[in-house]
């Protein structure tokens, strides 16, 4: 059961992650055009591998406290979303732009776990995984 401060340090951390997952989505737009959603890309990417660190962290006896409710939850929940890979993949499909699609869905399901497994490994001391 989630107490009344983790519920508000997940709700603090999601808007901050919304507010983030929105400006990197511009920003890839406006720097590297519409191609492929590469600030959404980047976003997801980002939060993979800070989520993997955060496990990793985790793993080598850290605490699953406020922290994680704000951070992991709530700033990580937010900047990534699978509703906007979803949204953004849907779109390119339905253009036709099949390929870029299914090019987008790669990048954003491998980079994803790969990142996750890499900050994971970066902070996960002894190898626990």
Partial sequence: MFSITALAAVMAGGALGGVLRAFATRAGAQRWGNALPWGTLGANYAAALALGAFAGAVAN?????LAWAFAASGVLGGLSTVSSLALQTLGLWQKPRRGA???Y?????????????????????????
């Fill in 105 to 129: 869905m790669a990048l954003s399901v491998i980079g994803g776990v790969a990142l996750a497994a890499v900050g994971y490994a970066l902070t996960a001391v002894g190898g626990s995984g």
């Fill in 101 to 103: 699609a299914a090019a």
């Fill in 61 to 65: 006896g850290g605490e699953l406290g």
